[in-house]
């Protein structure tokens, strides 16, 4: 793992992680619930294109995602804020996550993407289901993880 | 890759012998060096396409080979509909027909000194590029269905670019059989301020020169001669590629068990070509290949622009445009009978020989234009495919250098500011609006791209012609 960071609600306890791809890169959420892990995995997300700290969560924007199972789950919900991001020229810096028997509906807070201070990378092309994974760990945290495609 | 894994058949030709539920051998065409760092995960991944149903002849990487999603990048395999084949929406990828165009201009290096900065100045401000830029083409629903089934075609029928363009594009710059009805509203409002734009991460815009010919049979037929101004573009379908890769992967994953298809990673995500779900996917990449060679023309349009302005004697006439990540209906020998195939290239170019009528007939004595892009620092290579290239992979070839290094890596490794600086005292401007992005796509994060193409030259995947190095490069 190259980069790890805190959320802003969350304890000192980084909450998301990226671990390396050859081409691309892994994003991973830790918590100790799904949502939480989930949450994560969104804000390392972003540290893909640009340092969350810049980004101010000023404007909310929601999302809703059906899936068969977890993973796709984490997959859908990465690919609908994919989607938020390329279609309002936003960057997201703050999420919450409330799953429920069938799906999952979040907010995201950010704002409008300013080049010269976000100085974005790279854009995300989607989430993959390479290394993909949502599981609990041997302490009990729950771990949401894949590759996203840059 | 541990070499035990495999058996050598030539020197540049490694294979995997059928084990488990694979239906044919693995290839891999790359020099030993290559194949010892390559990933333990081409392996893998070589392997896992090699069972999927229809699959025939054999599961290939191409020198230029790394981990991908599912299928390996620069994975070639191609499936029989007839013998119960799929169709991957994992094995074409998000970026839908990402690919390369080469323009020659006319021009030399010399006839450029006097204006180099403000053309690097105006390609960077004209050219939209990065995350959040936006197009100047703006398509009404009606718009962009006519631009998804008609490609550069399209493009051209609207003012962008020339109509002698086409014949330099695959497909004469429109793939048929696209069905724009099959691409989600998602996928459409994504693209609608998109169109026109390079994107981000390893796509560019270069100006380079010739500084060494390979072949003078074939140079002069494409019209490259050293010291010529050439004009690259690697970019793709943009966000309605993405999102239909995201939509239908899901599809697929979804679906597969339905269809009795057993996906050893789910990112190999299939469904049988003659299926609702296989036949849907097939309309939509389609019209996806159709928006980036759409793209592309507009891209091109805009630079000839800039070049009008600042050097009116130039003529950008197109060499050729190239696709990296499709699936396409080909016919090709198997067993001594021709049949017909459904190929993806995912990160491999086609690299069709010479006599081949889908070769453009100015260019068909010698073969197709294989365009290989490498790094903002290094070079890229103009192949042309061979006949044997046919027989070894379907007419596929090498498409880039491929990282060897994570973004991270690179991050840790170089500031974007060096580069741009150590880059500007080799002749070459960087001109990009992420100082971080140009730190992640730093020419030392790729493998050395001349290995990769010497490997696909000496497989005889495609034979060297031209190597060309930057002068200038606009990232997003």
Redesign the interface.
């Known amino acids: 793992m190259?980069?790890a960071g805190t959320n802003v609600e969350s304890s000192m306890q980084p909450n998301w992680e990226?671990f390396?791809?050859?081409?691309?890169?892994g994003v991973r959420g830790i918590g100790s619930t799904k949502e939480a892990a989930f949450e994560g995995a969104a804000l390392a997300l972003t540290a893909?294109?640009?340092d969350p700290a810049e980004v101010m969560p000023t404007q909310p924007v929601t999302v809703a995602c059906e899936?068969?199972d977890d993973?796709?789950l984490l997959?859908?919900w990465l690919?609908a804020l994919?989607?938020e991001m390329?279609?309002r020229?936003m960057l997201f810096s703050r999420f919450a996550v409330r799953l429920n028997d069938h799906g999952l509906q979040g907010t995201a807070w950010g704002e409008?993407?300013d080049?010269a201070r976000?100085?974005?990378?790279?854009?995300v092309?989607?989430?993959?289901?390479?290394e993909?994974s949502v599981k609990q760990d041997e302490q009990g945290r729950w771990i949401a993880q894949c590759?996203v495609?840059? | 890759m541990d070499l035990n894994l495999l058996k050598r058949r030539g020197p540049d030709e490694w294979h995997i012998s059928p084990r488990g539920k694979m239906r044919v051998p693995g290839v891999i065409y790359a020099t030993e060096s290559l194949i010892r760092d390559m990933?333990e995960?081409v392996y893998e991944q070589v392997t896992n396409v090699a069972t999927l149903p229809g699959i025939v002849q054999a599961s290939y990487a191409m020198p230029d080979a790394?981990?991908?999603?599912?299928f390996p990048?620069g994975g070639v395999a191609a499936f029989d509909p007839d013998l119960g084949g799929v169709v991957s929406a994992?094995g074409v990828?998000?970026?839908i027909s990402c690919g390369v165009r080469a323009l020659r201009t006319g021009l030399t290096v010399e006839d450029l000194q006097p204006v180099k900065e403000q053309l690097a100045e105006a390609l960077f401000h004209r050219i939209p590029a990065?995350?959040?830029s936006?197009g100047k083409v703006h398509l009404d629903r009606h718009e962009m269905d006519a631009m998804l089934a008609g490609g550069a075609r399209w493009a051209v029928g609207k003012g962008y670019g020339l109509h002698e363009d086409l014949e330099f594009i695959e497909e004469h710059g429109c793939m048929a059989d696209a069905k724009p009805g099959c691409v989600s509203d998602?996928a459409k409002?994504?693209q609608q301020?998109e169109m026109g734009t390079l994107?981000?991460?390893n796509h560019y815009l270069e100006v380079q020169q010739v500084v060494q010919v390979f072949d003078a049979e074939a140079a002069p037929i494409f019209g490259l001669r050293k010291g010529d101004l050439i004009v690259s573009i690697h970019c793709g379908s943009r966000?309605l590629g993405?999102?239909i890769?995201?939509e239908f992967?899901?599809r697929m994953?979804?679906s597969a068990a339905r269809y009795h298809i057993e996906l050893p990673?789910?990112?190999l995500?299939s469904a049988p070509i003659n299926s609702e779900v296989g036949q849907d996917y097939l309309g939509a990449m389609r019209a996806g290949i159709n928006c980036a060679l759409a793209n592309r023309q507009i891209v091109t349009h805009l630079v000839r622009q800039v070049f009008a302005d600042l050097l009116p004697q130039a003529t950008l006439s197109l060499l050729y445009d190239v696709s990296h990540n499709t699936c396409k209906v080909e016919e090709h020998v198997i067993d001594g009978t021709p049949t017909r195939l459904f190929v993806h290239r995912k990160g491999a170019t086609r690299a069709f020989g010479p006599g081949h009528p889908d070769v453009p007939s100015s260019l068909r004595a010698v073969g197709q234009p294989v365009l290989i892009g490498g790094t903002m620092g290094t070079a890229s290579y103009v192949l042309v495919g061979t006949k044997e290239s046919m027989a070894l992979a379907f007419g596929s070839a090498c498409h880039g250098a491929?990282?060897s290094m994570?973004?991270?890596?690179a991050?840790?490794q170089w500031r974007g500011r060096d580069v741009v600086t150590e880059l500007a005292t080799r002749g070459i401007l960087i001109r990009s609006?992420?100082?971080?992005?140009v730190?992640?796509e730093a020419p030392g994060a790729y493998k050395d791209v001349s290995e990769v193409v010497d490997a696909a030259d000496e497989a005889n995947l495609a034979r060297k012609v031209a190597r060309l190095e930057p002068l200038m490069c606009v990232k997003?």
């Open positions: 190259s980069y990226h390396p791809h050859e081409a691309d890169m893909v294109i640009t899936a068969p993973e796709l997959v859908d690919n994919v989607y390329a279609t020229k409008p993407v080049v976000h100085q974005p990378a790279v854009e092309k989607g989430a993959t289901y390479t993909l590759v495609d840059v | 990933d995960k790394h981990w991908g999603y599912g990048i994992g990828g998000f970026d990065g995350v959040g936006r998602y409002k994504r301020d994107g981000s991460g966000g993405h999102q890769g995201t992967l899901k994953a979804v990673d789910r990112e995500a491929g990282r994570s973004r991270h890596q991050l840790r609006p992420s100082l971080r992005g730190a992640e997003g």
